[in-house]
């Protein structure tokens, strides 16, 4: 116990929760402390680094929402292995222990959808010469073709592999251990478990129906955020988009900290709305991140993102640490999707489609007592009176969908009365009043009534 203290005691920056946590954070890193090593008692921590027994109690709580150690009441506070992988929302939601007719918990795009590669393929008969690994990593004119619809002005833009990778190279720049973080309740799960990995501490707000619950974001901001990460339109799973009126006031709450709104804009190409971005009032503290998986297909693995000057500099500078440079020639494919008016007119109709697969079951679903929240989205946020019956139910009639829990804070276990599933409708083919009814059915298994919302 003396060498931990020890440790701990020559690490200790600053005397207050995120201090030590960072200083147990550096002791395990150092290799000082291992896996199944015992933390002393909080008293004992106290007494010895003159904090009080509620810092202390605070840190372990901070390090045991980052998976680095596990605290079992009277048995102590054990360090955990810290090379094993996360994601356990995102393996949850997406956990299948059969296979399923229609698989409607994927999230993913219906392939059918997609714009056909053929023509575009056809006109790449090289590949994009590379003179430097220094060489600008966006095709040129992929930016200008960006920058014809961008929300707002932004002079600094990069192309990234995917949504989550951008979001990862903001979060592993821009946080810190036990940073306060803002993100919507419920939100996506993949985002939650990396924000859990580095060790900051989530505030989840709840969405009406134009975004973000101003009352709850106002609570969450009486103390400093460091960032708010918000999906500006088709939320995923509710199905909200965020209104002029309610970014507007975002930004007022905002306005005078130094706050960076991060946007991740997965429904680009398939939104009926037009996009509202805090970028418009505050372009120095906004990330817009914008996905084509959703409208041009998920293994192109390609988002595009603006970001702060200061910002977008330490991004590149860590890809360069890495992969440098997302492929150039997967961006001339996606240059070239962007401006064929065939495949314009292929994702415009993917759109419509997916809009009127969406309406047709939510209307549905209203005749039969089920109100859904949301107005747009391939996915839909559905009422149940317990989760687990209600999963177990569509799977026994060959349909698959997601439970609820693991998008929601503070719930990663399915079960309980009360709940969500999330439904990947615009997958949903053939009879889709069939669909409808089994959906209702399971919003009422495990209970006499179900709850419409």
Sequence with gaps: MTAVLSALEHRLDHPTAKGLAHAVSAAIRDGELVAGDRLPPIRTVAAQLALSPTTVSAAWSLLARSGAVHADGRRGTTILDQGGATGGRYRQALRHEAAFTLDLSTGVPDPALLPSLGAVLAQL????????????????????????????????????????????????????????????????????????????????????????????????????????????????????????????????????????????????????????????????????????????????????????????????????????????????????LLTSETARTEVARASVTYAARRAHVVDALAARGVVVPGTEGINIWVPVHDETAAVVRLASRGIGVAAGAPFRLGAAEVGGTGGHVRVTVGAATGDLDAVADALADAALAGGRQGRAR
Excluded at 132 to 148: F, G, I, K, Q
Excluded at 161 to 179: C, K, N, S, Y
Excluded at 281 to 287: D, L, S
Aim: aromatic share 4%; hydrophobic share 45%; proline share 7%.
């Design 125 to 336: 008969t090289s590949a994009p010469t590379t003179g430097s690994y220094l060489d600008d990593p966006v095709l040129p004119a992929l930016a200008d073709t960006l920058r014809e619809d961008w929300p707002y002005a932004a002079a600094n833009l990069a192309v990234v592999d995917g949504a989550m990778d951008a979001m990862d190279l903001i979060v592993r720049t821009t946080l810190r251990f036990g940073d306060r973080v803002v993100v919507e309740d419920p939100g996506f799960p993949p985002l939650v478990d990396l924000l859990e990995s580095v060790g900051v501490q989530l505030v989840g707000v709840p969405l009406d129906d134009e975004g973000l619950e101003l009352s709850a974001l106002e609570d969450a901001l009486r103390e400093p955020v460091a960032a708010v990460f918000l999906q500006p339109r088709a939320q995923n799973p509710v199905g909200v988009t965020m209104t002029t009126a309610r970014a507007e006031a975002i930004a007022a709450l905002l306005d005078g900290t130094d706050t960076l709104v991060v946007e991740d804009d997965s429904a680009a190409g398939l939104s009926s709305e037009a996009l509202v971005s805090l970028g418009r009032w505050r372009p120095e503290h906004t990330a817009y991140i914008r996905s084509f998986s959703k409208s041009h297909g998920p293994d192109l693995r390609l988002a595009a993102l603006s970001a702060p000057a200061a910002l977008h500099r330490a991004l590149t500078a860590r890809r360069e640490l890495g992969q440098g440079w997302s492929s150039r020639l997967l961006q001339q494919v996606l240059l070239g």
